[in-house]
């Protein structure tokens, strides 16, 4: 039934699926890096004359020109970026550009192009994120006293300070860029050299080639170099926590724009309008990195699902690890951006924020800490008695400072009007001055450390 067309058939779908030039081309870069840094050492070491070895480095240099003016040619024939740029050099320089490929195979070549992406990923990632904690520095700052409710399982639990609030989502950061520096200096390694899997008979120099690309160090084992893709795994598992943080933050801000909540007006940039509903101001960049997360979280599951189960060394399975690592990057970028921006250009109603602190019995906990340290009662009992009275306001629909003094003391008759000083917000979050508490003096202690990590050298990665 399918005879007919299967004498073209199978060369055509093998043309297709064998191709990785319509998205390794993005590493173009990276190949003319790895293949002048193997060149130059293929000369010094004397594999090839001086004289071929400067011929192909300019060659490769007409090449790179080329690909930034007018793009990276597709031909499926040609299969990857690495054949691509060999067929041009072949074009420009003739047979002389055959002697690149001595000592090498596309399996150690690709494993070092890849690196090199990865790595500068990380580079841009860590930018992109230290300018995110930069936003939410400054947010934190002046916000520092302003008072909002703290939330345990999204029902108001005790005040807080906005700026504790999002000094929360820095410290996240500060971990996610440790992570990122971490995956950096391991990956660090170069598997230039390695060859197709058992290394080479031609005396190359590894060391030169690791230094002339910026690595630490020739990677130890040629098997496992060549298929090794920990380094990819590396990035998708920290471009994962990262992905899920922000969108834990944009959650906080889709709640956060609702009416019922009404505690941020959300910058005009980043909303978008409803074509049927007028009022309609929709959290649309904040709900699409929330999306984001699970494309990100997917395409980390989908690489270490390509990888399991691979035997050493190179199988053309991982061919397949660039796209999800393509995907995941960008991705990441954006929400990186989107969610800076959404920090930097909200406005938070601070007003309506204190009301919401206000409304949901939130210093019940510091009537209950009052009646231990002032009254000395046992917390428990303490407790039992706070219960009451959060009824009894909730009965006459008041707040617990609200309630008379004859309405407290007929609940315990060791109350007495002190107590007050106690129920108001204010207090409550001025009290919390344990380290790493929510009381204005403790965020603006961490704000502190925080604006001087970022401003050391690099910032903050620790
Ligand atoms: N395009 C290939 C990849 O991305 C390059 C390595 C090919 N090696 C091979 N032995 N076929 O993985």
Redesign the pocket.
């Known amino acids: 039934m399918w005879g007919g067309r299967f004498a073209e058939g199978p060369s055509a779908i093998m043309r297709e699926i064998n191709a990785?030039i319509p998205f390794?081309k993005a590493l173009w870069r990276q190949d003319i890096a790895a293949s002048k840094a193997h060149v130059a050492m293929l000369g010094a070491q004397s594999i090839i004359t001086d004289g071929d070895a400067q011929t192909i480095a300019d060659g490769l240099d007409r090449v790179a020109e080329e690909y930034a003016r007018d793009g990276v040619p597709e031909d499926w024939d040609l299969?990857?970026i690495?054949m691509t740029t060999e067929s041009r050099l072949a074009e420009l320089i003739g047979p002389v550009a055959g002697r690149l490929h001595t000592a090498r195979s596309?399996?150690d070549q690709?494993a070092t192009d890849f690196r090199l992406w990865v790595r500068e990923m990380i580079d841009q990632t860590d930018a992109g994120l230290h300018a995110l904690q930069h936003a939410l520095v400054n947010q934190a700052d002046a916000h520092a006293d302003s008072i909002m409710p703290g939330f345990t399982h999204l029902q108001t639990a005790q005040p807080v300070t906005l700026g504790h609030h999002l000094m929360a989502y820095y410290e996240m950061i500060r971990r996610d860029r440790s992570r990122f520096a971490d995956a950096r200096t391991r990956m660090n390694e170069s598997p230039l050299g390695s060859a197709a899997l058992a290394g080479t008979g031609f005396p190359i120099d590894r060391d030169a080639t690791s230094d002339a690309l910026g690595f630490d160090r020739p990677t130890r084992n040629s098997l496992d170099a060549v298929s090794d893709r920990d380094f990819a795994l590396d990035y998708l598992m920290a471009a994962s926590q990262t992905a899920l943080h922000l969108s834990r933050l944009a959650e906080e801000f889709i709640i956060w724009a609702s009416q019922p909540f009404g505690f941020v007006r959300m910058a005009d940039s980043l909303s978008t309008g409803s074509s049927i509903m007028p009022q309609k101001k929709n959290p649309d960049a904040a709900e699409l990195v929330r999306g984001h997360a699970g494309r990100v979280i997917g395409a980390a599951t989908a690489l270490m699902v390509t990888m399991k189960g691979l035997p050493l060394a190179?199988s053309?399975d991982?061919?397949d690890d660039?796209p999800p690592v393509f995907e995941a990057a960008s991705l990441l970028a954006l929400s990186i951006a989107a969610m800076t921006g959404m920090v930097a250009d909200s406005t938070f109603k601070t007003d309506r924020m204190r009301q919401a602190a206000e409304l949901g019995y939130a210093t019940a906990t510091d009537l209950a800490d009052w009646l231990v340290t002032e009254a000395d009662i046992p917390f428990r009992e303490a407790h039992h008695i706070t219960g009451a009275a959060v009824k009894l306001a909730e009965q006459k629909g008041v707040a617990l400072d609200e309630l008379s003094l004859e309405e407290l003391t007929a609940i315990d008759g060791r109350i007495d009007e002190r107590v007050y000083a106690a129920l108001s917000v204010e207090a409550s979050v001025a009290a919390r001055a344990s380290y790493g508490g929510t009381a204005p003096e403790q965020v603006k202690l961490q704000i502190a450390a925080a604006r001087k990590a970022l401003d050391a050298a690099g910032g903050e990665t620790e």
Do not use: A, I, L, T
């Open positions: 990785s390794d299969e990857d690495h596309r399996n690709v190179y053309k991982m061919q660039k």
